[in-house]
T-cell receptor, first 114, second 115 residues
């Protein structure tokens, strides 16, 4: 596609529910990144995919967070048993190859946990 | 670890004023430096970048110079416009131990330009 797309754009959920956030990178981009933008923390790195594998999961905040990527394209970030502190904007970015420095960002998913 | 510190906002300027947003960094390696911009209701966009010391990145009238001696990458524009109102993020890019290319961001500076 023309750019990175994310869905849903907004998600409101109740504490304790699971949510799935989707990212569709730019066609042909092999590297994919998830970031979280929250009021108190700024922008923080969560996880990175090179193809379908995630060599670095150190940024995931807890074991309630997981991510997968299939077919070297779409990625899903799943948050289980959501907590209020998970409320944030979740940003996805992609780059052409894994050593490419310029990352292209999607519009984000705004998650609100009540 | 790596970190980025940028001046806190919000910053309010009149149209045609001079803009400086300060950014300093701490890094163990030889990072690349970036300025990203987030316009209201839109996603992050790369504004400019510099990949080594003394490089100057420039775009849309904005510029920033990679200063290794002062570990700084200050953003400047000679004459701001209302359309420059946005949140500006300074970022550092470097490779992690696992080989991924990570961006470390500052907390962002909100700029409002009034006519």
């Amino acid at each position: 596609g023309a750019g990175v797309s994310q869905s849903p754009s907004n998600k409101v959920t109740e504490k304790g529910k699971d949510v799935e956030l989707r990212c569709d990178p730019i066609s042909g981009h092999t590297a994919l990144y998830w970031y979280r933008q929250s009021l108190g923390q700024g922008l923080e790195f969560l996880i990175y995919f090179q193809g379908n594998s995630a060599p670095d999961k150190s940024g995931l905040p807890s074991d309630r967070f997981s991510a997968e990527r299939t077919g070297g394209s779409v990625s899903t970030l799943t948050i289980q048993r959501t907590q209020q502190e998970d409320s944030a904007v979740y940003l996805c970015a992609s780059s052409l190859v894994w050593r490419e420095e310029t990352q292209y960002f999607g519009p984000g998913t705004r998650l609100l946990v009540l | 670890g790596n970190s980025v510190t940028q001046m806190e906002g919000p910053v309010t300027l009149s149209e045609e004023a001079f803009l400086t947003i300060n950014c300093t960094y701490t890094a163990t390696g030889y990072p690349s430096l970036f300025w990203y911009v987030q316009y209201p209701g839109e996603g992050l966009q790369l504004l400019l970048k510099a990949t080594k010391a003394d490089d100057k990145g420039s775009n849309k009238g904005f510029e920033a110079t990679y200063r290794k001696e002062t570990t700084s990458f200050h953003l400047e524009k000679g004459s701001v416009q209302v359309s420059d109102s946005a949140v500006y993020f300074c970022a550092l890019g470097d490779y992690s131990g696992a080989g991924s290319y990570q961006l470390t961001f500052g907390k962002g500076t909100k700029l409002s330009v009034i006519p």
